[in-house]
């Protein structure tokens, strides 16, 4: 899993890579610098694109359990509604059928 400080990492290579580059005058005759720089350039954008998938890849997962997670809710506070009603209705017999007996 790539997170920031990854990310950070490769641009603190990449910059010193290029101080590096700099001190040597920018001479073109320093290709390996150059081409160092330019792979810690792609492995910088790599470490970014799989970053920004897997920090997508994880929203949505979590908006996939919070949805779960509300209609499990949803349907708990049925049951108890329905087990209420039930219980209410239960209740209200005996109540009737109490009050007919001590007519």
Known sequence: MIDKQDIENF???????EGDFQSSGGQTEN???MVEISKKNEEKDKAQERFTSESAAQKSTLQ?????KRDIENSKE???RQFAEKCQAELQLKWEAY?????
Do not use: P, R, T, Y
């Not at 641009?11 to 890579?17: F, G, P, R």
């Open 11 to 17: 641009i603190s290579e990449k910059e010193q890579l």
């Open 31 to 33: 290709v390996a610098l």
């Open 78 to 80: 049925e049951e108890i």
């Open 99 to 103: 009050s007919q007996q001590m007519l």
């Open 64 to 68: 996939s359990i919070a949805e779960n």
